[in-house]
Every structure is written in structure tokens, then in C-alpha cells.
T-cell receptor, first 115, second 112 residues
Framework: NAGVTQTPKFRVLKTGQSMTLLCAQDMNHEYMYWYRQDPGMGLRLIHYSVGEGTTAKGEVPDGYNVSRLKKQNFLLGLESAAPSQTSVYFC??????????????FGPGTRLTVL | GENVEQHPSTLSVQEGDSAVIKCTYSDSASNYFPWYKQELGKRPQLIIDIRSNVGEKKDQRIAVTLNKTAKHFSLHITETQPEDSAVYFCAASMAGFQKLVFGTGTRLLVSP
């Protein structure tokens, strides 16, 4: 049981390049989330998904797109990277079962640098 | 929307002392309040949580208290150890869904 995994772990992009971050979970969770973490600002929600085929905007969605084609995967895309998107990106998942604890389980993170 | 404020931003204590981190939230409908610990270069990990129908919860050296009327909740760590050194984040659920709003974090340093 790997929990939540993310690929890649590190990436350096040039301004204007595109990339996709992959999140995978093997806990059969319905809900998945993408956060970015910047110094002094905590974790901010970019986009989230309540189930396969559904996505919604979070607190800071501009410049990002997401897709949830399979229940276990949640992809975060940057179409045209900007230096302001330099950050550590965390994926998380949680269960929707009524008896669940609402706990969000986090992946190991992806450190992205945009030059 | 929900807003969570966390204080202090840094906290230095001697080993064996207690540490207290405080958070306030704005949405009175929030009903779930987790605390995460994040070690350097690692992922945030849940250490304790509390729901709005409970006033206090303890797990060994860690406790969380919730004051719904004042809309604040606190993390208490007793008998601190150097391995408690990390960044701690509080969070509050947004009404009606499992989305969390996080505080800005507290860097705790426990000196031997």
C-alpha cells in the first residue's frame, strides 16, 4: 500500500514551458486535491476533485489545469510556466465515506523551479 | 470564505518545556480541525484532529482544545523533545465539504 505518490520529485522549467504533475493514490479515495506550498504562506488549494471526471477550482487556480480521468489519478498541468509558479506542489486524497475521519493524506511533494 | 490565522510563526523552547500554538478561524460552520506536522523536506502528516462536537482531545504528549464560541483552537505539546522540532500547520474545514484552509504554519525549535 503506497498511499499517495507523486511524479516527478523535482523539475526545472524555463518560462513558457509546459508540464504535467502526476498524483496517484491506492486507497480508493474519492476526493483528491492539489496544493502549493510557498515560504510563509502555508498550503494553498489549487484545484480539487470530488470524483472521477469532476474537478473544481480552489483558492489559487490561475495558470493551472487539472484532470481526473481515473479515480486513482489526479493530474496537474501548467500550460505556460511562469517564475511565480516556482513552489513545492503537494497532492492529497481523502475518503468520502460518512464514517471517515476526513483525514487528508499527502504525497511526498514535487519541487518545481521555473527560470 | 474561511480564513485561518496561526500564531506564533516561530517558537523556541527548551527540551522538556511545553509548547502552545494557537489558531483562529472565521467560518462558524467549520466542523473539523486537524493539525499537521511537517519535517524539513517531508510531507505534512496528521498528528491530531478534533471535531466541533468535542472540546478537547489528547494523544500522549499532544492535545488539542477547541473553543467554538471564540472560534479558536490550540495545539499543546508537553515534555517537548528535539524530535518535535518541525513546522506545524493548523487547518479548518470549509462548510459543507472536506476542503481545508490551512494556517501559515509555526516553526517549532526544541533545543536540548
Amino acid at each position: 500500500n503506497a498511499g499517495v505518490t507523486q511524479t516527478p520529485k523535482f523539475r526545472v522549467l524555463k518560462t513558457g514551458q509546459s508540464m504535467t504533475l502526476l498524483c496517484a493514490q491506492d486507497m480508493n479515495h474519492e476526493y483528491m486535491y492539489w496544493y502549493r506550498q510557498d515560504p510563509g504562506m502555508g498550503l494553498r488549494l489549487i484545484h480539487y476533485s470530488v470524483g472521477e471526471g469532476t474537478t473544481a477550482k480552489g483558492e489559487v487556480p490561475d495558470g493551472y489545469n487539472v484532470s481526473r480521468l481515473k479515480k486513482q489519478n489526479f493530474l496537474l498541468g501548467l500550460e505556460s510556466a511562469a517564475p511565480s509558479q516556482t513552489s513545492v506542489y503537494f497532492c492529497a486524497s481523502s475518503s468520502s465515506r460518512p464514517a471517515s475521519t476526513d483525514t487528508q493524506y499527502f504525497g511526498p511533494g514535487t519541487r518545481l523551479t521555473v527560470l | 470564505g474561511e480564513n485561518v490565522e496561526q500564531h506564533p510563526s516561530t517558537l523556541s523552547v527548551q527540551e522538556g518545556d511545553s509548547a502552545v500554538i494557537k489558531c483562529t478561524y472565521s467560518d462558524s460552520a467549520s466542523n473539523y480541525f486537524p493539525w499537521y506536522k511537517q519535517e524539513l523536506g517531508k510531507r505534512p502528516q496528521l498528528i491530531i484532529d478534533i471535531r466541533s462536537n468535542v472540546g478537547e482531545k489528547k494523544d500522549q504528549r499532544i492535545a488539542v482544545t477547541l473553543n467554538k464560541t471564540a472560534k479558536h483552537f490550540s495545539l499543546h505539546i508537553t515534555e517537548t523533545q528535539p524530535e518535535d522540532s518541525a513546522v506545524y500547520f493548523c487547518a479548518a474545514s470549509m462548510a459543507g465539504f472536506q476542503k481545508l484552509v490551512f494556517g501559515t504554519g509555526t516553526r517549532l525549535l526544541v533545543s536540548p
